[in-house]
């Protein structure tokens, strides 16, 4: 795929490029948290910020954003296999005794990335941002079509087609 680069009205250039588009979040995280003090809210929110960091980091991703319970992250286009990885590690989560579900949903696309706003600080933009954020499943792992077409056959049996437009849920 070829790079293509447009500078903005505002001089700052965009580039598209294809990745893995990546989102986790907490499922019930508004529930387990509706009484708790704001403070224990920030702690909690700052824990399970630091285990995304970390794992997402370790499997050779990218967190752009963090939005309430959740974040957006990216890996490099030839890199299903480890932010299926990075969603498997953080199934696991625990934050500050509190149990929460985690649901990730990765999506393979071509996305607009560059600098945004009087800080200039890094995002991405574009339809496949809109698709992954479409593909639903809170407490679960869902990857999108091209994911899944880009596994191995043998990691394929791991997956059961979950839905329209076809995504796949991790068999468990």
């Known amino acids: 795929m070829s790079t293509v680069i447009r500078p903005t009205l505002a001089g700052m250039a965009f580039r598209e490029i ?6 986790a979040d907490l499922a019930g995280y508004a529930r387990a948290t509706a009484d708790m003090a ?3 809210v920030a702690a909690c ?6 285990s995304i960091d ?11 954003k963090y939005m ?13 296999s480890a932010a299926i990885e990075a969603a498997t590690e953080l199934l696991e989560h625990r934050s500050d005794g509190l149990d929460f579900r985690v649901g990730v949903r990765i999506h393979l696309g071509i996305v607009a990335e560059g600098e945004v706003g009087p800080d200039r ?3 991405i933009f574009g339809s496949a941002v809109n698709d992954l954020f479409r593909m639903g499943g809170a407490g679960s792992v ?11 056959d043998a990691h394929r049996g791991q997956w059961q087609k979950h839905g329209a437009p076809a995504t796949y849920a991790l068999v468990r």
Do not use: K
Not at 18 to 23: D, K, N, S
Not at 54 to 64: F, L, N, S, Y
């Open 142 to 152: 869902l990857i999108s079509e091209p994911v899944y077409h880009q596994l191995s």
């Open 45 to 50: 929110l700052d824990g399970w910020y630091r």
């Open 38 to 40: 704001p403070l224990d």
């Open 121 to 123: 600080r890094y995002d």
């Open 54 to 64: 970390a794992v997402i980091g370790a499997h050779g991703g990218r967190v752009v």
């Open 68 to 80: 309430g319970d959740g974040c957006l992250a990216t890996f490099p286009p030839d890199a299903c």
């Open 18 to 23: 294809e990745l893995v588009l990546f989102t």
